[in-house]
């Protein structure tokens, strides 16, 4: 199974401020996503972390609000840019290797104040 | 697009079977899977199954599904305290353009009652 470190695991951040998000997986992996999930509620897919191009973005979430990197098969950032309290959420990196099974870091906590 | 439904709440006492239904709408799923969240953590993979196969077994989980009425269960025998937790049902599909996203219920959270 892959073993994923989300960095960090909560934060409050004010309004109007970035937050950048990292995931680092400990084996390479073909596909890396990133989730939202709002207060009491499932998870929503933010985007899927393409490595060496741009992410893509699912309706709803676009580049300029939650740009994403993806330098190597190891590694990605999520950043909740100029946030506000509605960006208070749970946001999970998820991976997939070779395989069938789909494994999730332990997601950072964000409160925008 | 892909739906996944499932029942808000089950309470079981500690001892007793807890069963977690979940329907989906997507006929092209590949693999369902079961996910564990407890309180502040992220999400634990507890298993899946291949949409050719209709149970698995592991340990004290039976996951049965039903292709058919697209119909997919966990079961948890002798369930204690410790398995209380939001329980989410998630189908990948297969677009096809090697995309291997996960669709999510919106979980069911299970109390184990002592």
């Known amino acids: 199974s892959a073993v994923i470190s989300q960095k960090p695991s909560r934060d409050i951040c004010q309004r109007g401020t970035s937050l950048t998000i990292q995931c680092q997986v400990d084996?390479?992996?073909?596909?890396m996503f990133w989730y939202r999930q709002q207060p009491g509620q499932s998870l929503t897919l933010i985007a899927t972390?393409?490595?060496?191009?741009?992410?893509?973005?699912e309706s709803g979430f676009v580049i300029d609000k939650f740009p994403i990197s993806r330098p190597n098969l190891t590694f990605s950032t999520l950043t909740v840019s100029n946030m506000s309290p509605e960006d208070s959420s749970i946001y999970l990196c998820?991976?997939?290797?070779?395989?069938?099974?789909?494994?999730f870091g332990q997601g950072t906590r964000l409160t925008v104040v | 697009g892909e739906d996944v439904e499932q029942s808000l709440f089950l309470s079981v006492r500690e001892g007793d079977s807890s069963v977690i239904n979940c329907t989906y709408t997507?006929?092209?799923?590949?693999?369902l899977y079961w996910y564990k969240q407890e309180p502040g953590a992220g999400l634990q993979l507890l298993t899946y199954?291949?949409?050719?196969?209709d149970m698995k077994q592991d340990q004290r989980l039976t996951v049965l599904l039903n292709k058919k009425d697209k119909h997919l269960s966990l079961r948890i025998a002798d369930t204690q305290t410790g398995d209380s937790a939001i329980y989410f049902c998630?189908?990948?599909?297969?677009?096809?353009?090697?995309?291997?996203?996960?669709?999510f219920g919106k979980g069911t959270k299970l109390s184990v009652i002592p």
């Open positions: 199954i291949f949409s050719n196969m």
């Open positions: 998630a189908e990948r599909g297969d677009s096809g353009a090697g995309s291997y996203q996960l669709t």
């Open positions: 997507d006929s092209s799923s590949t693999y």
């Open positions: 084996s390479q992996v073909t596909m």
């Open positions: 972390a393409n490595q060496g191009s741009e992410a893509t973005y």
């Open positions: 998820s991976v997939q290797g070779a395989g069938t099974e789909a494994f």
